[in-house]
């Protein structure tokens, strides 16, 4: 079989792969593309084959799959950078096909999620993208904003996330930025943060009326805007939200952190019997999750609903996976909580101890509101 034969098989896999939704899937055939470029030792059919296996990983709830390709495709562009484009844009033609200036976005998004990646190596691959968009002459948009991203995760002080929040909006927009829909989409999880209620509406208004959208958005900005529904008494819009959000994301395993938005919603809104079915349905996307955010951000919402299930006196059970590891009675739901608890706190030290702080504990005790980036 000829190189040109194989890396016609590769690109059949990897068109076959687009067509499907994302998930495992989606995946394997990726997987498999890698494989046949790796058997036949076709290192430019698996730099693209890697490519298309850290999309499908990334939207499709296995992002540490593409953690491994991404770190070979890095490798590969330096040790040979004629051989292997970093970057696919031609100046006056936009951007043809995903290349690896684009997947970097990816991984600087992921990156904070995981406690095991040191804050410094965090560090390093920002300055790494940004370096490399440099190099191209490329707008610095897209760093500014995953620099925004990582210190709202790591930074308890405010100011830190406003200075690159702040460049994130002065840089002109490329081709390699953001879509518009996911960008006002973090805007408004940024000013949510910021407890700027009133104007993470007015920002997130072309989200909400359907002139701006995308894959995942609206779907994530529904759940952000969920706690300033409640702090502004607009409960009449919490409910169109909660129901208009839950509508997107249901029954998704890359929406799990936003569907622990809707639970504790649901929660806080005492409409308890909802919220535990909500979150019992998608208690298996979380047990075992490969991203230790999500984990968290999902057990502190179960053990919020079984303590207001305890407080509550209500009589019910917990149905959950056995990988959840919990023995005890089913029905004490006082126990239940404790359980879940207990695996948070865990996962909320590790945070601490790579950020030099205790903002991931401190937001855990005070509830699960963090949004779901």
Known sequence: MTTDDIQERVNALLEDAEELDYGAERIAKCEEAVRLADEAKHDVAGYDARLGLIQAAVFGGWPEKGFVAFGWCVAKVDAEPERFRESRALKGFGLLGTDLLWVYKWMTLQV????????????????DMERRYRKHGLSLR??????????????????????HYD??????RDHYADCEACEISFRVDYLVERGEHERAFEVAAPL???????????HVTYGYLLEPARALGRDELAVTLSEKGLALVEGQRDFV????????????????????????????????????????DYYVVGRDLFDALADAGTTASLHAPKELGYRGDPSDLRAVAAHFAAEADPIARRFDARNGNDLVSRRTRTGAHAPAR
């Open 142 to 163: 897209p760093v500014h904003m995953n620099r925004t991203r990582v210190a709202l995760e790591c930074d308890p002080d405010p100011a830190a996330a406003k200075a």
């Open 167 to 172: 460049k994130w909006q002065w840089s002109p």
């Open 112 to 127: 904070p999620w995981y406690p095991q990646l040191a804050r410094e190596q965090i560090d390093r691959t920002l300055d």
């Open 257 to 296: 952190a936003t569907v622990a938005q809707h639970v504790a919603h649901l929660v806080k809104r005492g409409d308890l019997e909802r919220a535990r079915i909500l979150f019992e349905r998608h208690l298996p996307f979380a047990v075992g999750n490969r991203i230790p955010k999500r984990v968290l």
């Open 208 to 218: 909400l009326d359907g002139r701006k959208k995308c894959a995942e958005v609206p």
